[in-house]
T-cell receptor
Framework: EAQVTQNPRYLITVTGKKLTVTCSQNMNHEYMSWYRQDPGLGLRQIYYSMNVEVTDKGDVPEGYKVSRKEKRNFPLILESPSPNQTSLYFC????????????FGPGTRLTVL | GENVEQHPSTLSVQEGDSAVIKCTYSDSASNYFPWYKQELGKRPQLIIDIRSNVGEKKDQRIAVTLNKTAKHFSLHITETQPEDSAVYFCAASSQGGKLIFGQGTELSVKP
């Protein structure tokens, strides 16, 4: 089954404790993104990657890192999480570019205390 | 920077009525305009999209119109049903490879 998976689905952590949210897709998609969703602000793109080893900043990249060492995986890294990073995070992938259909993962609910 | 404004933020209609959600965008180079539906607790899913070489597109009860001159596009849902209740997001592509989303519209269809 074609899908985007994320782990963990829920995470409660404390300020400053490094964490990684994994994202994997099995559709051989080239383009992958991370978004955060906050009430009243919609979906805001954090980082995106057009292919292996090619990443670029979205609209809200501060406090986040990403890597794209393999086509299928696009982890989101929070080196020193802060409470303002409490949010719902979605990973998404598209076939080759930002003008293709985005397939979203199930979401990760992150709480930073 | 590039942005997408979406209105209204909430919309309540009676079952069977029509619903219209409007978005404006700032990047004149935008050429792709998708609409996503997000049901409560679920992930966003594409319901319809339009590209800049087309003015209107329909798919059963939903339609999208695009006015490139005015830089705005709209989602129209006719004969609304309770299962149309969800949050709807518009988006616009940017030249740099990003996809910019609107703030979302919470649509409530009352039986």
């Amino acid at each position: 089954e074609a899908q985007v998976t994320q782990n963990p689905r829920y995470l409660i952590t404390v300020t400053g404790k490094k964490l990684t949210v994994t994202c994997s897709q099995n559709m051989n998609h080239e383009y992958m993104s991370w978004y955060r969703q906050d009430p009243g602000l919609g979906l805001r793109q954090i980082y995106y990657s057009m292919n292996v080893e090619v990443t670029d900043k979205g609209d809200v990249p501060e406090g986040y890192k990403v890597s794209r060492k393999e086509k299928r995986n696009f982890p989101l890294i929070l080196e020193s999480p802060s409470p303002n990073q409490t949010s719902l995070y979605f990973c998404a992938s598209t076939l080759s570019r930002n003008t293709d259909t985005q397939y979203f993962g199930p979401g990760t609910r992150l709480t930073v205390l | 920077g590039e942005n997408v404004e979406q209105h209204p933020s909430t919309l309540s209609v009676q079952e069977g009525d029509s619903a219209v959600i409007k978005c404006t965008y700032s990047d004149s180079a935008s050429n792709y305009f998708p609409w996503y539906k997000q049901e409560l607790g679920k992930r966003p899913q594409l319901i319809i999209d339009i590209r800049s070489n087309v003015g209107e597109k329909k798919d059963q009860r939903i339609a999208v119109t695009l006015n490139k001159t005015a830089k705005h596009f709209s989602l129209h849902i006719t004969e609304t049903q309770p299962e149309d209740s969800a949050v709807y997001f518009c988006a616009a592509s940017s030249q740099g490879g990003k996809l910019i989303f609107g703030q979302g519209t919470e649509l409530s269809v009352k039986p």
